[in-house]
């Protein structure tokens, strides 16, 4: 049997970045994966330039781009370890990276990049790495020290057994299960009694009704600027993003982005033509031009889009001069307010990440270890904190890692 300070087991962004903190750290550090390749998702990720933070990350209200039952628990994690000191650590590892869009960064050149850098800084805390090598069973092995169980965890593995005193389960969540995403880190933490939000494919195109799809089925490929909502009153959400039409239904950031919040059976909204007053625009050509009406939309929206649109009444398939205020009014309205009911999602193949995971109630936020069972602790997707597109997930796995790996630390002082 070998014994190790701490197993992590999952080597995706959390458990590198955590396992490599917590060897520089002075820990004996065991990382363990059941995948042939590291950190495929992570490569993966960005177009295989992997997003790896946000730079619009607000520390002082980072929850405000992240979703769970209880929103607030990733506020400590994400204010102590911040997109600058991970950005510092890209830096000085000489990684070349651009802002995209809304804060984005990117690698200049691949996910790769990346991956290199957290290997290089888990040989640098001499982490131990077995991988391929699946976990079978974790035990706790309870003895009473100062009136806590403290104890230790052993750990049958397709390598042999392991003995350690911490357990971090850093992996992540459902999604993309051709990578090797399984529910382990649900399985675990069921085992040890903690309660798990229910998993939801998120970051995820939306998909409908074939036979009602099917006009706009033709349209797949177009991609247009969008505002997109979802809910009502206190809960309503909405992205100013693009739009990607689908053979199947719509993807592209803006629905990426509002899947997260959107409920089976509940409507979305989009409005076409975010940056025009097409009920102005269109009565004011209404008194100049005579172009049939869909030329006249094709100003403000993608030609493709205009000429499937007006199809849909007989009222707009004419010369804009010849068409009712009524019906320009409409067109306007329908374009600026179409709502309609998605009937699923692409499911966990297509979500970028998995929403919902274990209870962040049961778990503490300064450290990430667990409240019901000392010694086990959980960083990264598989924990019910879920955020937007873009780079926050990243920094999700960068700051949680972090944090458990500093009180891995601060316990091995201790003892």
Known sequence: MQSFDVVVAGAGAAGLFCAAMAGQRGLKVLLVDHGEKIAEKMRIAGGGRCNFTNRDLDVRAPQKHFLGENPNFCRSALSRYTPQDFIALVQRHGIPFHEKHKGQLFGDRSSDDFIRMLLAECDAGGVTRWQPCGLKSIEKKAAEA?????????????????????????????SIPKIGATDFGYRVARQFGHR????????????????????YAQLAGLSLPVVIETGTKKDRMSFHEDLLFTHRGLSGPAVLQISSYWREGEPIRLNLAPEV????????????????????????????LADAWVQQESSWQRPVNEATDKALLALAERLARWELVPTGTEGYKKAEVTAGGVDTRE?????????????LYFIGEVVDVTGWLGGYNFQWAWASGHACAQALAAKLQAA
């Open 146 to 174: 100062h009136g806590e169980s403290v104890g230790s965890y052993e750990i049958d593995s397709d390598r042999g057994l392991i003995h350690c005193r911490s357990v971090v389960i850093a992996t992540g969540g459902l």
């Open 363 to 375: 778990l503490s936020s300064q450290t990430m270890e667990s409240a019901k069972q000392h010694g």
């Open 277 to 304: 007053d097409l009920a102005a625009a269109l009565l004011r050509a209404k008194a100049t031009s005579r172009k049939l009406i869909a030329n006249e939309l094709a100003a403000f929206v993608p030609a493709r």
């Open 196 to 215: 798990i939000v229910d998993p939801r494919p998120a970051l995820v195109p939306l998909t409908f009704d074939g036979d009602a799809w099917a006009p």
